[in-house]
């Protein structure tokens, strides 16, 4: 593991960031360390959950229109999702690790985080290709 400096001529601006964890061109950063870009895996967990509830607005509606009955049921009908949690991403390289726990409050949240996870294992993939 090297120390959380990075050397001033491997200085260079991150490509991507997952919380605490930065990606340069060669070096994997956090807040534990820094490990060449070849020698790091990642591997990441979703936790978070997801539920189904009959919203506030649809319950005010049945209550409103209770009169017409079976107009005011179609309200029930009406479904909201939320999500919630988080997604851990962990870095590993050389015996030492790192984990970074990354809240999670939309769907388009958890893709996102995949979809950076996804671009720094391509990273990862794309130097170890070119120290071989």
Partial sequence: MHSGQIASS??????????????TDHWVVTPAGSWPLDRANVAVQDQTTTTTHTPAWAIVMVILFIWFFLLSLLFLLARETRIHGHVAVTVYADGQ?????????????????FHRVAHLQYLIGNARAVSR
Avoid: Q
């Fill in 10 to 23: 491997d200085a260079s601006p991150y490509l991507i960031s997952i919380g605490n964890i930065h990606a």
């Fill in 97 to 113: 690790s790192y984990v970074e726990h990354i809240p999670v409050y939309s769907v388009a949240d958890r893709a996102s985080v």
